[in-house]
C-alpha cells in the first residue's frame, strides 16, 4: 500500500486539495480498493507493520471518504484488508481517536 502519484494535471490539482484539508489518497496495488486517510496514515502503516513490529498483526485507519463510516483493517500477516461500517457516533469516535495518534507521524522518524 502506498499513496499514488497523479496520472495528469487535473488528478495532481484534486491531490493538492486533499493535502491541504489533511488528507491522502491510498491505493492498494494489485486491487480496486482505494480511500482518503489522514495524510500521514502511511508512516503509521510502515511504523506499525514495519519489521520492528513483528508483534504487531494488524493496524487500522479511518476510510475518510463521505461514502459511509467505515473502518480499514489492516492485516500484516494475511495481507488483507477489512472494511468495517460504524455508526456516526463510533466514527466521530474513532475520528478523533486517530487524530491524536496521527499528530505523532507528522515529522516521520530517520
Known amino acids: 500500500m ?36 489522514h495524510k500521514t496514515a502511511q508512516n503509521k502503516l510502515i511504523h506499525d507493520l514495519g519489521k520492528s513490529n513483528n508483534n504487531i498483526i494488524f493496524t487500522e485507519l479511518l476510510d475518510r471518504t463521505q461514502q459511509g463510516h467505515n473502518l480499514i483493517q489492516i492485516h500484516a500477516t494475511q495481507i488483507s484488508i477489512q472494511k468495517i461500517s460504524l455508526t456516526l457516533e463510533e466514527f466521530q469516535q474513532h475520528l ?8 505523532k507521524y507528522e515529522k516521520p522518524k530517520k
Open 96 to 103: 478523533k481517536k486517530e487524530n491524536e495518534i496521527l499528530t
Open 2 to 37: 502506498h499513496r499514488v502519484g497523479p496520472n495528469n494535471s487535473q488528478e495532481l490539482n484534486k491531490l493538492k486539495a486533499l493535502d491541504k484539508k489533511g488528507l491522502a489518497k491510498i491505493t492498494v496495488i494489485g486491487t480496486s480498493h482505494r480511500f482518503l486517510a
